[in-house]
């Protein structure tokens, strides 16, 4: 299915999109945009980057919901919110009502704010065992689910969901009805079915048949790469918020962006090369502080290769960059290379195609050894 219908305007320069800032239970953000979680990618650096880089919220990493795990080093490091912007929304996954009952406690009890549930990931390994996306195949599963977990915590508890099971089992309304009927408090859709992975391109009417029946907020998820498109989406189906996940991968700015196009329908020039600089050398050492020296690096050099992808002479000093394992070894490269970009000119040019996205998502998704324990 297309993503919109053929008659759909593609351009909205005219129209100004008036957006309201999405409430959550008792947290008022500062707007609609919101970073989805992804294993491997949201921890604590890059959701704080984010939102102080216009992000009104950024969902977490996925916490097992199973309590053998949650003295992991992996687990610990997931619940750890030390210094991070409110409103805290850890997501939890698992197929258990009540060890995800437990799992939203205890998430409770380390600083979060809003738990999330995660019906959305089709990763073999969770789907595997009849959570993420798999859920969605048993409806009466899913309510005693949300009423276990609504049940147990005093905070929000939202839900992030797909269309359905595949393409003959849309079943996004009916999960929509159920968790508005259990206390849910926003719905986060992504407009692929479990069964589409990451193919395709992600279709908005069942988002905006969704939003047009239910009472809760609903975000829309899916593809969303530019300020154009948010503005789309949001016009299309009626969403209260936008979810983005691969785009923002090296590229944390893009919330002021949207923003400031959402408010004046005008683009920000690109960045200048020298703060980007600045701020991909932050976000180096936050990622080093948070794990240490030899994972930081590794965790580093997938950020490091999303912010240069597609920036002048990026390809050999990605490559170069794997071969580096320390901390002060990746900054030195880091350096030299933005000097040399800084003499292309003040500001980033991408000669490649800049909207690339990681199309290998959850499904496929590494993670270094050590965050995998
Ligand atoms: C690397 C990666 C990890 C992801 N991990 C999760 C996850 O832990 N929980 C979840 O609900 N969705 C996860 N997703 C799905 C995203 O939240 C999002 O729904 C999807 O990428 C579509 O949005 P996008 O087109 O803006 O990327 C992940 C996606 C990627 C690319």
């Not at 650096?45 to 009104?56: D, E, I, N, S, V």
């Not at 009849?130 to 949300?146: N, Q």
């Not at 309304?173 to 992975?197: K, P, Y």
Request: one cysteine or more; a neutral charge; charged letters at 25%.
């Amino acid at each position: 299915m297309a993503p919109f219908p053929s008659h759909f305007p593609r351009s909205f320069h005219f129209i100004h999109t008036r957006t309201i800032p999405l409430r959550i239970g008792p947290h008022q953000l500062k707007n609609n945009l919101i970073v989805a979680p992804m294993a491997g990618v949201t921890d604590r650096p890059f959701r704080q980057l984010c939102k102080t880089m216009g992000a009104g919220m950024a969902v977490s990493e996925m916490v097992a919901s199973n309590s053998l795990l949650w003295g992991s080093e992996k687990t610990k490091r997931r619940a750890n919110h030390d210094g991070e912007v409110d409103p805290i929304s850890v997501q939890i996954a698992g197929a258990d009502p009540q060890m995800l009952a437990d799992a939203a406690r205890y998430n409770v009890d380390q600083g979060a704010q809003i738990i999330d549930i995660n019906m959305g990931c089709p990763a073999k390994k969770i789907c595997n065992v009849m959570a993420g996306s798999a859920l969605l195949k048993d409806e009466p599963l899913v309510a005693r689910i949300l009423k276990a977990v609504v049940g147990a915590v005093e905070v929000p508890v939202t839900l992030k969901i797909r269309t359905g099971w595949d393409r003959d089992h849309r079943n996004a309304l009916m999960v929509a009805r159920i968790a508005e009927s259990s206390g849910i408090q926003a719905l986060a859709i992504h407009g692929r079915t479990r069964a589409c992975g990451y193919s395709g391109e992600a279709e908005y009417d069942t988002i905006a048949a969704v939003k047009a029946e239910i009472r809760i907020p609903v975000i829309a998820n899916g593809d969303i790469t530019t300020p154009e498109r948010v503005k789309q989406v949001l016009e299309y189906t009626k969403a209260d918020a936008v979810m983005i996940g691969r785009a923002a991968q090296g590229r944390p700015w893009m919330f002021r962006e949207i923003t400031h196009y959402l408010e004046t329908d005008r683009h920000l020039p690109p960045p200048a090369v020298g703060e980007i600089h600045r701020v991909l050398v932050a976000h180096l050492h936050d990622l080093y502080g948070f794990y240490g020296e030899l994972t930081g690096v590794r965790v580093a050099r997938k950020h490091i290769s999303w912010y240069t992808k597609g920036l002048a002479g990026s390809a050999a000093f990605r490559h170069g960059m794997n071969q580096l394992q320390t901390c002060a070894e990746q900054i030195k490269a880091v350096d030299d290379y933005f000097a040399e970009l800084s003499d292309l000119g003040e500001r980033l040019i991408y000669v490649e195609e800049p909207g690339a996205m990681n199309k290998p998502g959850c499904i496929e998704v590494e993670e270094p050894a050590e965050l995998a324990a």
